[in-house]
């Protein structure tokens, strides 16, 4: 998975808890992007980052926030959980806008 | 609405045989494109990226890019069990503003191999 660890790898949580998953690499990347992947949707983009402190939205922000205060870190916060937030998260990595490789995925339930 | 095209499949031949996949994207002025495959249950993983008009041999991979058709398309040889997963195509946003640089996937074919 190219130096790259999410955590938690699952997660259960309850409708209007926040949650915050990690991203992390070991490949010192410049980019780092958090998708989201639903049946019927196919992998779709939540946020990026084209280094520390800068980011900005994809496809499907709304009820996400994410961080970056170092290279290799990139939090994505969801400020109060609802169930249509119910996914498989992945955090991808590239070096320049182009290639991209993926983490292992976190799996989220929101009950 | 950059939009990225698959056939969903399941796509299903016999081993040994040639699987060919197919996409078609929207974006006109996109230049890199590539091919991820995603086990059941696993993150997609790199197979092979294109740039150029024609095709791109990597072993048993072919990859073909017609970019005038808006086409590419995955060629798998000599097919094995091994190789049955989802295959995501995905192709840079050529798009202004944000999206400039982004990667859109298709919803992925899924590849059965029969023994």
């Known amino acids: 998975d190219a130096g790259i660890t999410q955590s938690p790898r699952h997660k259960v949580t309850e409708t209007g808890t926040p949650v915050t998953l990690r991203c992390h690499q070991t490949e010192n990347h410049r980019y780092m992007y958090w998708y989201r992947q639903d049946p019927g949707h196919g992998l779709r983009l939540i946020h990026y980052?084209?280094?520390?402190?800068?980011?900005d939205k994809g496809e499907v922000s709304d009820g996400y926030s994410v961080s970056r205060s170092k290279t290799e870190d990139f939090l994505l916060t969801l400020e109060s959980a609802t169930s249509s937030q119910t996914s498989v998260y992945f955090c991808a990595i590239s070096e320049g806008t182009d290639t991209q490789y993926f983490g292992p995925g976190t799996r989220l339930t929101v009950l | 609405q950059k939009e990225v095209e698959q056939n969903s499949g399941p796509l299903s031949v016999p081993e040994g045989a040639i699987a060919s996949l197919n996409c078609t994207y929207s974006?006109?002025?996109?230049?890199?494109f590539f091919w991820y495959r995603q086990y059941s249950g696993k993150s997609p993983e790199l197979i092979m990226f294109i740039y150029s008009n024609g095709d791109k041999e990597d072993g048993r991979f072919t990859a073909q890019l017609n970019k005038a058709s808006q086409y590419v398309s995955l060629l798998i040889r000599d097919s094995q069990p091994s190789d049955s997963a989802t295959y995501l195509c995905?192709?840079?946003?050529?798009?202004?503003?944000?999206?400039?640089?982004?990667?859109?996937f298709g919803k992925g074919t899924k590849l059965s191999v029969k023994p």
């Open positions: 980052s084209y280094g520390v402190k800068d980011t």
């Open positions: 974006d006109r002025g996109s230049q890199s």
């Open positions: 995905a192709v840079i946003s050529s798009g202004y503003g944000g999206s400039q640089g982004n990667l859109i």
